[in-house]
């Protein structure tokens, strides 16, 4: 078969998955969220039990990571994820204000059509999977093709769950036959309503430009700060846990430190007992060959290897036992590779005369790279970490903890989510750890609680000019009735009409 053959097979099948998906959503906009909740249960139960089955599955497809930290995030993106939107109220009557007479009411916005990455197939799959079926939308994926064996057999699992469950055929589903024409397809089809891209960013531009309201989990290039108040032990522990979980392939993965020169020496010496390996001038210019192709895309023989692997690709001599690799660098730019988002266990190091030197390094890095995802403090002062939270162009600030754990909500109480919202200052459509709640339109009801002559009685309304003739103004007065209102608006329309200014 040829590429052309392809590409129209793959266009044939969107359409059909999208029509499908439209169909069995109508049906799924009738369900309560208790019948809702039992499918999304059912489908969690099922696809925990195959978790380790994933993780390897995964890390063999595409050779990213590490199998068991990929089963930490499949078990984060159900079980854990379950017990947070377990009680969540997401469609028909969210919440009333008796006394105010008002209610909200959750509407699925219907059609989602999803793009998962492959640094993180499986568990973003089951994620975004969970919270759309929870928010009543149907959902149909476009997989990468890098690991579209790992989430077909993931969508295959959560799908039969789901409709022994009582979820209606259709209502998720996923293009077999791969192609960019396909996948364009997904995106600009009439009945898609919205579309959720993690991590896959050469089909961002695609997205934007179907018109489709887009929620997209962007590029992280979060520095991480250590000022002179923390405690330096715990905040190096914490970076180099980070750093390494799934060799680094979790965007909201910290990828610079940058510390204050007074504790400089203090904080190089604990990365050096914790496994760091500081990096000379020319091995870092070694190193950072490899992290991007000539056309600037991330080269994906860097991706998701350990400290060791990639010394040894590049001819770097290193410790046993070396987790994370480091480079000592002065100047931000595009055109630093380590001043981009690395997606393997390598940092850049940052020393900054204080914390306000910091925070504009902080702001070149975020700026370069990485805008709107996140940035980390650690401190005990608790005015630097507001001066921080207060001033750095992103959209969530970490404060003393990994960041990778932190980001996505496990060692912190943000929504446990595995697309991380960039927000306005990214180019995206929200800012949080996307939630059901992000899956959904609201509609307002108000009921009527009081009458016109209620606001305008004995309101000055302000000083109108009467005109006759060309504009001169015959006198002035004030309004305080429902007349006096109708009467002015007559008077006005008349006048545009004639073509007369007011």
Not at 452 to 466: K, M, P, S
């Amino acid at each position: 078969m040829n590429r052309i053959d392809n590409d129209l097979l793959s266009v044939q099948e969107a359409r059909i998955l999208v029509e499908n998906a439209r169909e069995a959503q109508k049906i799924l906009a009738t369900f309560s969220q208790e019948k809702l909740d039992k499918i999304v249960r059912h489908m969690t139960e099922e696809v925990h039990q195959h978790g380790r089955e994933l993780a390897v599955m995964s890390h063999k497809e595409t050779g990213f990571g590490i199998w068991q930290d990929k089963l930490v995030k499949n078990a984060f993106a159900s079980e854990f994820l379950y017990k947070k939107i377990r009680d969540m109220k997401v469609v028909g009557i969210i919440s009333e204000d008796k006394e105010n007479k008002t209610m909200d009411i959750g509407v699925p916005v219907g059609v989602i059509v999803a793009l998962p990455p492959s640094t993180n197939p499986a568990s973003t799959t089951i994620y975004k999977t969970l919270i759309a079926i929870k928010s009543g939308n149907a959902i149909v994926f476009a997989p990468h093709p890098k690991a579209k064996k790992t989430i077909g057999k993931v969508l295959d699992i959560l799908i039969g769950a789901a409709e022994k469950s009582g979820l209606p055929c259709g209502a998720i589903g996923y293009l077999r036959t791969l192609a960019v024409g396909g996948t364009v397809e997904l995106m600009n089809h009439k009945d898609t309503s919205l579309i959720l891209v993690t991590g896959v960013p050469k089909m961002v531009r695609a997205a934007y430009t179907s018109g489709k309201p887009t929620i997209y989990g962007g590029p992280g290039n979060g520095p991480a700060f250590i000022e002179r108040s923390a405690d330096i032990k715990k905040a190096v522990a914490d970076i180099i846990v980070s750093r390494t979980f799934d060799n680094g392939i979790v965007s909201a993965s910290e990828q610079a430190v940058v510390a204050e020169d007074c504790i400089a020496d203090e904080v190089r010496q604990e990365f050096r007992k914790n496994g760091a390996y500081f990096m000379t001038g020319q091995e870092s210019e070694q190193l950072g060959k490899l992290f991007f192709r000539p056309d600037n895309s991330i080269n994906p023989e860097s991706v998701g290897k350990s400290a060791i692997e990639l010394a040894r690709k590049t001819g770097i001599g290193v410790p046993e036992g070396t987790k994370v690799l480091i480079s000592e660098q002065k100047y931000v730019s595009s055109a630093n590779p380590y001043s981009r988002e690395k997606l393997c266990p390598v940092l850049a190091f940052y020393v900054e005369k204080d914390w306000l030197y910091a925070c504009e390094k902080c702001i070149e890095l975020l700026v370069n790279e990485g805008r709107g995802h996140t940035l980390v403090i650690h401190s005990n002062n608790e005015n630097v970490i507001r001066e921080f939270a207060l001033k750095k162009p992103v959209s969530r600030v970490l404060v003393n903890t990994p960041a990778t754990l932190g980001g996505v909500g496990a060692t912190t109480n943000l929504f446990p989510a595995l697309t991380l919202g960039c927000g306005a200052a990214g180019g995206g459509a929200t800012s949080d750890n996307v939630s059901p709640m992000n899956l959904i339109n609201i509609r307002k009801v108000g009921y009527g609680v009081r009458q016109l002559e209620d606001i305008t009685t004995g309101v000055q309304v302000g000083q109108v000019a009467e005109t006759s003739g060309n504009d001169c103004p015959v006198n002035q007065r004030s309004i305080d009735s429902r007349q006096d209102l109708n009467e002015l608006l007559e008077k006005l329309l008349k006048q545009l009409t004639a073509g007369q200014k007011i």
